[in-house]
């Protein structure tokens, strides 16, 4: 005799009890998450004590942390561990700024601290337009405003800063650090596009802004200054192109 009807003898659970047993997973393991998250938080082991900074003069330690902080701590995780942890500063650092050219990060974890290696941009030179004054290194890069100076001991440039000729200018300064030449005074004239740099002893050297000046300028470095000596010279014209004048 065949039986119509059959008997399962285990119990089927309810849908409410798998739903319990997903919401107390999902509960236990966001309270993992959060409980090693807190304790990469506030394990001190991972604290940062130090923060060390070699070769900073443009600003101060506090202003260069302050600057880097919104860097690191970008998004609301990362906030939370705190500025001085080690997590933080697993990534790299893209921190720029006008006058810095470069900073190289060294993490010592065991002495829990950090050392920043700052490289400045080397002061080159002074532009002064009315009011104003800009550094600027030997690649004409302007980073920095800059005092009022009086002396020989850097170049300063007086009058409007050119749009094209800047490159020439600055090639103009070179070669006169280069020949061990100071400058008195150094004016750019706008309309006309020249240079004229007088030097302590007296001469007035004139450039043109708008050619390249290294050919006319060894040219007559080497064939008349040598030769004369600058004392005995009032003016020296390298305006125009391939022609030397000198009084």
Known sequence: MRLSNYWDSKPKKSPVVWRIKIYLFVGGLTLAIL????????????????????????????TLLNNIKPLLLKNYFLASLGFDNFVVWLGELDYRHPAIESIEVKRNFWERKIVFNVKEKERFGIWCQEDACQWFDQNGSFF???????????YKISGERPESETANVIKILRLLK????????????????????VIPEGTKIKFNARADPEAIFLSAYEGVVKKLGWRAMKHLDLTVENRIYYQ
């Open 144 to 154: 920095d405003i800059a005092p009022f100076t009086e002396g020989y001991l850097v």
């Open 178 to 197: 280069e020949n061990n030449i100071t400058a008195k005074s150094i004016v750019f004239d706008e309309r006309l596009r020249e240079l004229e740099v």
């Open 35 to 62: 409980a090693v998250w807190y304790g990469i938080a506030n394990w001190q082991f991972l604290k940062f004590k130090n923060f060390e900074i070699d070769g900073l003069s443009i600003f101060s330690k506090e």
